[in-house]
């Protein structure tokens, strides 16, 4: 593990002359995911040199994982590069020639289900039988039309029915449900099959919104997310691409691996300072270790002018002037308690609870042949007997039936034959328990129950994603939860101390990551936009106090 080396301090660099401080400022970063990597290339791009990295985990990228299979990369997290104009991640990629050899399956228009490629998607029921091609068209024609409405709520200021509970998935399921039973003309044998094909596709948005269910996204606010223009394009040579062009001018020593920060201690010494004037003999810091040992900062050289003191989990404590916060929403969750000291304020943990997070997973499998037609893309899952269900929640043992697809991964000259499933929710963290053999087990009875096909063999490869359960990332991307608002992003960003404090240093925690962008939220470009408005904002604010300096009349 690497030791964080911290610069020696410049006191001739004019970004130095910031609000009380004459040297270089000292800037951590936590987080080396695309939020965290975009910000330090920045703060290095603008001059400053006093940047520290400080990432939990044994390697850079977040949420972004490419595995080498072969000749091609199987993404464990994210895939899409979702849109083009004005997309900073899908410019990186054009300008360095990462989209040369996108396969026309790799790169849809409109919009992306999944994987949305050439070919065809089969649905088949839990007895066996394919559902005919004209009834699956006619009610994805119906979803497709009812889904634009959930868009109007927001986007047209519609008031939301006490009935829909301002859920897209209540919504949606009353609605297409008295459409369905309404219409005359289909026998009630094809309403069944289309009233268990609208649990299928609730299943896949819940899958593409990393929600529980889409009955925990708000009505209300569905329409704020924000689509870029242009086709959604796949990295051939893998997402991980991107993580390695944000980090190449990134010093080595500049990053920290295996650094997990257990308390960010901010605003201490505005604290130390109060303290000491009310009460001469409290002189030692409170700390977060076990062995609860003290420490006498006033009395040590490197704490003297930094307002945060980071506590790491090695037992190592690191000044800074400014921190920036990338960590995803499900770490804030589950540690901003003990993380922030003093704790954060109260607005700012209510959108932490309000705002949503889950977990979407990704099970490979690896065939040596291919036991699907050549026309098919996907394997869709229906179950005839959750037609009239409301919620659909599973005990454990029934994690799979949240299983809502395999989608055939394209071109089979890159990925040879492979599928890739979905999963999310509580039922992704309970298939993340269970070893591979039992998962290659499980899959292999849905696929040959399913197709009516007995003789499809076991996978000769597993390989599956695990974002619940890793410590440092505590689900896949966030999404606002019933009662929450696009509000709540913006509340999560906003830096600390508040403006109205004015004895504080400024700018102290920023934070940054997809859960942090009001408009592209739960996507890749969202926390590399969000890294780079936090670095910019520090670049200003020692921009304009210079200009503030150098302007002063002389007495």
């Not at 990228?61 to 990369?73: F, I, L, T």
């Not at 939301?160 to 609605?175: M, P």
């Not at 689900?475 to 101390?497: I, K």
Request: charged share 25%; glycine share 6%.
């Amino acid at each position: 593990m690497q030791s964080c080396e911290i610069s020696s301090d410049s006191t001739d660099d004019p970004l130095s002359r910031g609000p009380r401080i004459h040297r270089q400022p000292r800037i951590v970063v936590i987080g080396a995911g695309l939020a965290g990597l975009a910000a330090t290339k920045t703060l290095l791009k603008n001059g400053f040199t006093d940047v520290t990295v400080l990432e939990a985990s044994d390697h850079i990228g977040g949420r972004v994982q490419s595995v080498q299979h072969g000749k091609a990369n199987l993404e464990l997290g994210a895939t899409w590069i979702h849109g083009a104009n004005g997309n900073p991640v899908y410019h990186l990629a054009e300008e360095n020639g990462l989209l040369e050899h996108t396969a026309d399956g790799e790169r849809s228009v409109g919009r992306i289900s999944l994987y949305a490629k050439n070919g065809l998607a089969h649905y088949h029921t839990n007895v066996g039988k394919r559902i005919p091609k004209d009834v699956v068209e006619e009610f994805g024609d119906l979803y497709n039309e009812v889904f634009e409405l959930t868009q109007e709520f927001f986007q047209n200021g519609k008031p939301v029915c006490a009935e829909s509970q301002n859920s897209v998935g209540v919504f949606t399921r009353d609605v297409v449900r008295k459409r369905i039973t309404m219409d005359p003309e289909d026998p009630e044998s094809t309403k069944k099959l289309k009233l268990s094909l609208l649990q299928q596709y609730l299943k896949v948005e819940s899958c593409e919104s990393s929600s529980p269910s889409m009955d925990e996204v708000s009505l209300s606010e569905f329409g704020e997310w924000t689509e870029i223009p242009g086709a959604h394009y796949i990295i051939p040579e893998g997402f991980m691409k991107i993580v390695q062009l944000l980090s190449q001018d990134i010093p080595s020593r500049t990053i920290c691996l295996s650094k997990p920060v257990r308390c960010i201690h901010w605003n201490y010494s505005a604290q130390h300072q109060e303290v000491n004037t009310k009460k001469s003999d409290t002189n030692q810091l409170n700390n977060h270790n076990e062995n609860n040992h003290s420490l006498e900062p006033h009395k040590d050289p490197l704490i003297l002018g930094h307002p945060i003191y980071l506590e790491c989990e090695d037992e190592e404590w690191i000044t800074a002037d400014h921190v920036i916060m990338t960590a995803s929403l499900g770490v804030l969750k589950q540690n901003h308690e003990a993380m922030f000291s003093p704790s954060l304020p109260e607005d700012k943990v209510l959108a932490i609870e309000k705002l949503g997070i889950s977990t979407t997973n990704k099970i490979f499998l690896e065939y040596e042949e291919p036991f699907w037609s050549p026309e098919c893309n996907s394997i869709q899952f229906v179950w005839e007997d959750e037609a009239q269900l409301e919620q659909l929640v599973y005990p454990e043992e029934l994690w799979y039936k949240k299983i809502c697809c395999f989608d055939v991964l394209y071109p089979p000259e890159r990925y040879g034959y492979m599928l890739n499933g979905w999963i999310c929710g509580q039922e992704a963290l309970y298939m993340e328990r269970c070893d591979d053999e039992t998962v290659a087990e499980i899959c292999t009875e849905l696929l040959r129950r399913f197709t009516g096909n007995p003789n499809i063999p076991k996978p000769c490869r597993v390989l599956r994603s695990s974002w619940g359960s890793n410590p440092f990332i505590r689900g896949s991307y966030s999404f606002t939860r019933v009662g929450s608002s696009g509000g709540d992003f913006e509340r999560l960003a906003m830096p600390l101390p508040y403006a109205n404090s004015t004895k504080a240093s400024p700018l102290q925690v920023l934070f940054a990551g997809e859960a942090t962008h009001r408009k592209y939220y739960s996507t890749t470009h969202g926390a590399l936009l969000s890294g780079q408005r936090e670095a910019t904002r520090l670049i200003e604010m020692y921009q304009d106090s210079h200009r503030t300096e150098t302007t002063k009349p002389k007495m």
